[in-house]
Every structure is written in structure tokens, then in C-alpha cells.
């Protein structure tokens, strides 16, 4: 069963606290993405992979970090740095930056008390 | 660098009726896509219009495409409450760019 997987679906988390989301595709695909998703604001780009060992910045990395050792997973951490982490995080794969369709993980809600 | 806008930003409608949205580019279109999410899911890849294509049809599904007004609709026929999700319009800035997507446009489909 292919696909894209993210866990937790849901996390809390106390200000000042690191926290790493989990990412995890079996698509093959080369290409994988980290966005972030507030009310009204649509999607917005935090870090992509283009291939393994290589990620660049989005629109909104200030506090965030990325790491891409292995092909299939692309785990993104909120660091205490992010000054309003509280959001809905999507993962997506594709083929490649350049092949059109994207697919998307489930999503983790991330809640910071 | 948001590329595309949805208009409505939200809409309501009886099912069985058509529902009819839209989005706007500022910049030059590529390859133009379009994307459902329903509530607290991940999106979902409904279809594709490439700049050189002016209509497509998936199913229930008619996308428009019209470069000179840098402009693309979503028509989804004879609506089901199923069809109630957020749409989005999604391009890429250049050729080896991620997706930007648009702030959607919230689809409610009264049974």
C-alpha cells in the first residue's frame, strides 16, 4: 500500500520544547516538501528536498530544521525558536521538483500550550 | 510568493447545483493544478490543465484555462455533499520550483 505517512497526527507540545515530525513516504520519490497551514492562509512553503542529503529553505524556515539521510523520510523539527509554531504541518512527495503532481501525508496538528 | 488567488473564498450551495471557482494569476502560467482538502486531511490531486490547453474534463470535474486573463476556473457539476471540502489552485513560480498554492476557496454542498 503506497503512500505518504505522517505521525503524530496530533501533538502537544510546552513553549520552549524542540519537537520533531515525522515524514515518511514509500513512493520512491525523489522530492519532499514541508508546509505549514493556519486558517485562511493556505499553504505556505517551509523547506523542500529536491534529493537525498540536500534540502533548501521555503518562504517561512526561521525557526524550523530539516534533514534528508535517507530517501524516504524527511523529518521536520519546530524548534523554541519558531514563535508561533501552532499549526496544521503537511508533507508531500513527488517524483521531482519539476514532475507536477504532488501527494500529501495525512497532516499533524501541532499545538503549543 | 503566493502565486495563485481562489475566488469565492467561500461558497454554499444546494447539492445537485453547480459550483463554479476560481483563480487568478499574477505571473505566467505553467502547469496548472488543482487540489481538494477536506477538513483536517491532507490535499488531494484532482487535475492538471497544462498553459498550452484550454478545457478538461475528469468525471464531474470541467477546468478552464485562459492565459490572456491569466485566469482558471473549477466547475464541478451536479455537487454532492461529498464535494465538500477547501479547493486550491497550485503553479510553480518557474520550471523546477515547488508548488505555491493559493488560500483556497471553502466549498459547502447543503444536502
Known amino acids: 500500500d503506497g503512500g505518504i505517512t505522517q505521525s503524530p497526527k496530533y501533538l502537544f507540545r510546552k513553549e520552549g520544547q524542540n519537537v520533531t515530525l515525522s515524514c515518511e513516504q514509500n513512493l520512491n520519490h525523489d522530492a519532499m516538501y514541508w508546509y505549514r497551514q493556519d486558517p485562511g492562509q493556505g499553504l505556505r512553503l517551509i523547506y523542500y528536498?529536491?534529493?537525498?542529503?540536500?534540502?533548501q529553505k521555503g518562504d517561512i524556515a526561521e525557526g524550523y530544521s530539516v534533514s534528508r539521510e535517507k530517501k524516504e523520510s524527511f523529518p521536520l523539527t519546530v524548534t523554541s525558536a519558531q514563535k508561533n509554531p501552532t499549526a496544521f504541518y503537511l508533507c508531500?512527495?513527488?517524483?521531482?521538483?519539476?514532475?507536477?503532481?504532488?501527494?500529501f501525508g495525512p497532516g499533524t496538528r501541532l499545538t503549543v500550550l | 510568493s503566493q502565486q495563485g488567488e481562489e475566488d469565492p473564498q467561500a461558497l454554499s450551495i444546494q447539492e445537485g447545483e453547480n459550483a463554479t471557482m476560481n483563480c487568478s494569476y499574477k505571473t505566467s502560467i505553467n502547469n496548472l493544478q488543482w487540489y481538494r482538502q477536506n477538513s483536517g486531511r491532507g490535499l488531494v490531486h484532482l487535475i492538471l490543465?497544462?498553459?498550452?490547453?484550454r478545457e478538461k474534463h475528469s468525471g464531474r470535474l470541467r477546468v478552464t484555462l485562459d492565459t490572456s486573463k491569466k485566469s482558471s476556473s473549477l466547475l464541478i457539476t451536479a455537487s454532492r455533499a461529498a464535494d465538500t471540502a477547501s479547493y486550491f489552485c497550485?503553479?510553480?513560480?518557474?520550471?523546477?520550483?515547488?508548488?505555491?498554492f493559493g488560500k483556497g476557496t471553502r466549498l459547502s454542498v447543503i444536502a
Open positions: 490543465i497544462r498553459s498550452n490547453e
Open positions: 508531500a512527495s513527488s517524483m521531482s521538483t519539476a514532475n507536477n503532481e504532488q501527494f
Open positions: 528536498s529536491q534529493i537525498v542529503n540536500d534540502f
Open positions: 497550485a503553479d510553480r513560480n518557474s520550471g523546477n520550483t515547488p508548488l505555491v
